[in-house]
C-alpha cells in the first residue's frame, strides 16, 4: 500500500511534530468539562478545514464530541477544490503525527471510484482532518472521500453508497463532513447567513439546507459533503444535529471586514 504524502505541513499546520501536538492539545485542552457531557455519542460531525490557527478549536468542538476511546474507521468526506470528480483513496496517508491506516476492507465494499492522484494533491478539506483524527484516535483507520457534484441528487446518490458499505463493515464507523462557511462576507453577515443555513441542519432537513445555501449564496465550501453525512447518519439512526461551536477568522485576526465562518456539528 502506498503513502501519500502531506503537502500542507507547515502552512495550514505546523511541520514539527512536537509543535503540532501542543498546538491540538490546547485547542482540546480548552473546551469546557461539561459543555458535551450530555451529548449522545454522534453518528458524524461537521469540521472546519482552515490553517488550524483560524479553525482549530472548532475542528476541536467536533472531535471532543466522538469517545477517545472509538477505535473504529473514520469516513472522512471533503469537497474537491481542484474540481476532482468523487472518487476515493486508498492510501495510507501520512502525517507529522504518524501514518494513518486506510481501510481499505471498507472500501472494497464502497461503490465510488478510486483516484490516488487526486488525492495526492494540495487539498485541505481532507488533509487537515488527518491532524485531529491521528491526534485523538491513532489507531484509527480512513476511508478519505473526496466530492465533486455538490447537487442534491449526487449527496443522496453518494449517501447510499456509503451506508451500503457502512452496513457490511467490520469495524464501527463515524463520519466526518468537512467544510467552511461563508468566505470573505463580513462577520455580521456571516454569522447571520451561516446560522440560517445551520438552523436547517439541526433537524437534518438537507433539501431545505439546500435550498437556503443556494437561494442565499451561501459560500459554504461543503455543503455536499454535510448533506451525505446527514443522509447517512440518517438512515443509520440519527434524529437531530447539535450546533457545538461556531467562530470566524475575525475572532482570531481581529478583521470583522472579510471574514470566513467555521462551525462544528454533532449528528446524534
Known amino acids: 500500500m502506498e503513502l ?3 503537502t500542507l505541513a507547515g502552512s495550514f499546520y505546523p511541520a514539527d511534530s512536537s509543535v503540532l501536538r501542543k498546538q491540538l ?6 473546551i469546557p468539562d461539561k459543555s458535551l457531557s450530555a451529548l449522545p455519542e454522534p453518528f458524524g460531525v461537521v469540521s472546519p478545514h482552515a490553517g ?7 475542528s476541536a468542538y467536533a472531535y471532543s464530541a466522538i469517545p477517545k476511546e472509538f477505535k473504529g474507521t473514520f469516513v472522512v468526506i471533503g469537497p ?3 474540481g476532482y470528480p468523487d472518487c476515493v483513496s486508498t492510501d495510507n496517508w501520512e502525517t507529522p503525527l504518524g501514518t494513518l491506516k486506510n481501510d481499505n476492507g471498507f472500501i472494497r465494499n464502497l461503490d465510488i471510484p478510486v483516484d490516488n492522484y487526486a ?4 487539498e485541505n478539506s ?7 483524527i491521528k491526534y485523538r484516535f491513532p489507531d484509527c483507520r480512513i476511508v478519505p472521500v473526496l466530492v465533486g457534484s455538490q447537487t442534491r441528487r449526487n449527496s443522496l446518490s453518494l449517501a447510499e453508497k456509503l451506508f451500503k458499505a457502512i452496513e457490511l463493515s467490520e469495524n464501527p464507523v463515524k463520519i466526518v463532513a468537512s467544510s467552511d462557511f461563508s468566505h470573505y462576507i463580513s462577520d455580521k453577515d456571516a454569522r447571520m447567513l451561516d446560522n440560517y443555513a445551520i ?10 439546507f439546500y435550498r437556503r445555501i443556494n437561494d442565499e449564496g451561501i459560500s459554504a465550501c461543503g455543503y455536499g459533503p454535510i448533506m451525505v453525512m446527514a443522509e447517512v447518519s440518517k438512515r443509520l439512526g440519527a434524529k437531530k444535529a447539535v450546533k457545538l461551536h461556531y467562530s470566524t477568522s475575525g475572532d482570531i485576526n481581529g478583521d470583522r471586514s472579510q471574514v470566513v465562518g467555521y462551525a462544528s456539528l454533532a449528528v446524534v
Do not use: C, P, Y
Request: hydrophobic residues 40%.
Open 4 to 6: 501519500r504524502r502531506s
Open 199 to 208: 438552523d436547517a441542519l439541526l433537524h437534518l432537513d438537507t433539501a431545505e
Open 25 to 30: 492539545k490546547s485547542f482540546f485542552e480548552n
Open 80 to 82: 474537491s477544490h481542484a
Open 52 to 58: 488550524i490557527i483560524f479553525s482549530g478549536q472548532t
Open 119 to 122: 488525492h495526492r494533491q494540495r
Open 126 to 132: 481532507l488533509e487537515v482532518q488527518m491532524q485531529f
